[in-house]
């Protein structure tokens, strides 16, 4: 199985920073690593697939990169709407899929 | 437009059974595979296994095999996911999520559905 570890655990960023959050996989995953945004009493969302292409309609400060182990999601200016829980996850070796624990993105 | 409309929430007893559904609308059912996530209270995401909403073959996580069972019923683009023998430890909000990939599952997940909470509790 494939471990995916999300750092940090918490991000404190004001607004109109940049926030960078990583991910990294056991083993290689290619470009197969998704990430997802989730608010509070909502379902998660996709933002990135193929680690770093943009889902449909999320906006352009949303990026990913990296490939193989190392994975990054940049936000490069944070709006009040992207406070959440960003968690990625693999898709090449399954099963089972794995997610990251998690990282929050909070306001500072 | 995608919707996955998932049932209500439950309280059941220790090693009682649960059965949500999730009905999906807005593409075609058949083509796409379904997967069930769940997330225990102010924890992360937990991949519970896959359901070939074509043929009706599964696979389950490890953790979960010989408790789960996942079916679905074409008639009505509803797929179900059925837990037993519940335990304090299965509480948590069950979402089902639609594989991105046309025709062969194993992908990200590209809609989810709003989510049911279970509650074992005695």
């Known amino acids: 199985e494939i471990v995916m570890t999300q750092s940090p655990a918490t991000l404190s960023v004001s607004p109109g920073e940049r926030a960078t959050l990583s991910c990294r996989a056991s083993q290689s995953v290619s470009s197969n690593l998704a990430w997802y945004q989730q608010k509070p009493g909502q379902a998660p969302r996709l933002l990135i697939y193929?680690?770093?292409t943009r889902a449909t309609g999320i906006p352009a400060r949303f990026s990913g990169s990296g490939s193989g182990t190392e994975f990054t999601l940049t936000i490069s200016s944070l709006q009040s709407e992207d406070f959440a829980v960003y968690y990625c996850?693999?898709?090449?070796?399954?099963?089972?899929?794995?997610f990251g624990q998690g990282t929050k993105v909070e306001i500072k | 437009q995608v919707h996955l409309v998932q049932s209500g929430a439950e309280v059941k007893k220790p090693g009682a059974s649960v059965k949500v559904s999730c009905k999906a609308s807005?593409?075609?059912?058949?083509?796409?595979?379904m997967h069930w996530v769940r997330q225990a209270p102010g924890q992360g995401l937990e991949w519970m296994g896959i359901?070939?909403?074509?043929?009706?073959?599964?696979t389950y996580a490890q953790q979960f095999k010989g408790r789960v069972t996942m079916t679905r019923d074409t008639s009505t683009s509803t797929v179900y996911m059925e837990l037993s023998s519940l335990r304090s430890e299965d509480t948590a909000v069950y979402y089902c999520a639609r594989d991105s990939l046309v025709g062969s599952g194993w992908s990200f997940l590209d809609y989810w559905g709003q989510g049911t909470l279970v509650t074992v509790s005695s």
């Open positions: 193929g680690a770093s």
């Open positions: 807005g593409y075609t059912f058949t083509s796409y595979y």
């Open positions: 359901l070939n909403t074509r043929g009706g073959s599964t």
């Open positions: 996850q693999q898709y090449s070796n399954w099963p089972p899929w794995t």
